[in-house]
């Protein structure tokens, strides 16, 4: 190869590997991307939010920017992401409340979760559970049932909100038992938490990653699990199933979702990101520390899971004739 030739192999050789660079650099994402989390700080979505958010740097080169858009039992900050541009720029976690249990009961919702997201990775399933203030006069769930039985209406108790899984799975602990509290939504697990702890409210339903440390150093007393087998975190808990209330023993999800018409692209990106992100033994601790169990599935095993919860929230409402009154 004479000077020329060289020069030109060299030419060659540098347009090449400019080539894919300027276009990997329009490749998504190209800068920050939004995580809209439907319910206030402190609360399982948020949590599991954060843990895998704050991983995306390394992961996709972008900042993921958790915004908390609480209210309307997580209907409100998904109708920000189904309304949002489908161009992978925001992003929202889907969750067992804004995907299932609100669309099943609320008239009044302004999209439809099956038509209106686009389904990505449901990132963990958690377990869920009753907790009662350490002043409440029982500290199992036997005792627990007779109080309410004993002073129908006395006590209320705290939920993420109005239409979510907390509020629809103990209405529907209220039709089995026969019992009667009195519900108090909040914008979140958070609030809920908060006015628990303080003994505003005596009775909290809770997915566990956000009660957890409440219960571990005892400003709250769990009474009963929703999860498949006795939790090692908690094992003298007993589950639903255990105390003969199966129905009510259903687990939350957490997931990535975006509107509708997320080009592929998108979708497999941050798929694959979050199957790196949750083979961390540091992410895989945080989460599973908390009795939750990773999925980190495929889009079409998320979507597949979102209709199936839909159908068994729906089933619920109309067997329970359970309302929003
Ligand atoms: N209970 C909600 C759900 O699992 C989440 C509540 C929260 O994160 O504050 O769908």
């Keep these: 190869m004479d000077r020329r030739q060289h020069l030109g192999a060299l030419l060659a050789a540098a347009a090449g590997t400019t080539l894919p660079l ?26 599991i939010a954060r843990i895998v958010a704050e991983r995306m740097q390394s992961t996709i080169g972008q900042n993921m920017v958790v915004e908390n858009r609480a209210g309307g039992g997580g209907t409100v900050g998904t109708l920000e992401v189904v309304r949002a ?20 009961i609320n008239p009044r ?55 979510g899984n907390n ?7 209220k039709v089995l038992t026969k019992t009667f509290v009195l519900h108090i939504p909040y914008r ?9 702890v303080a003994g505003q409210v005596q009775v909290l339903f809770d997915n ?26 908690l094992p003298n808990v007993p589950t639903f ?17 975006g509107p509708k018409g997320l080009p592929r692209e998108v979708v497999d990106r941050i798929h694959a990101a979050t199957r790196t992100i949750v083979q961390d033994a540091g992410v895989r601790r945080r989460i599973e520390d908390t009795g939750s169990v990773i999925l980190a599935n495929t889009p079409a095993e998320f979507a597949a899971q979102i209709r199936a919860e839909l159908e068994v929230f729906r089933r619920v409402v109309r067997d329970q004739k359970l309302t929003l009154e």
């Design 208 to 233: 566990l990653p956000s009660s957890l440390p409440f219960i571990r150093d005892g400003r709250m007393v769990p009474i009963v699990v929703a999860a498949p087998e006795r939790l090692a975190v």
């Design 85 to 104: 541009a489908p161009d992978g720029y925001v992003l929202g976690m889907g969750t067992v409340s804004s995907t299932a249990a609100n669309p099943a």
């Design 241 to 257: 199933k255990e105390v003969g209330l199966e129905p009510v023993n259903r687990l939350a999800f957490y997931g990535f979702v």
């Design 109 to 163: 919702i302004q999209y439809d979760p099956l038509v209106d997201l686009t389904p990505i990775s449901n990132i963990a399933a958690t377990p869920n559970v009753i907790a009662v203030h350490p002043s409440f006069p029982a500290k199992d769930f036997k005792g627990f049932v007779e109080a309410l039985r004993r002073n129908p209406g006395r006590y209320s108790y705290a939920s993420s909100g109005t239409g």
């Design 188 to 196: 979140g697990s958070g609030p809920a938490i908060n006015d628990t």
């Design 22 to 47: 300027a276009a990997r650099a329009q490749a998504y994402p190209n800068k920050a991307v939004r995580l809209i989390v439907p319910f206030a700080p402190g609360g399982t979505t948020d949590i």
């Design 167 to 173: 509020h629809l799975l103990m209405e529907l602990f």
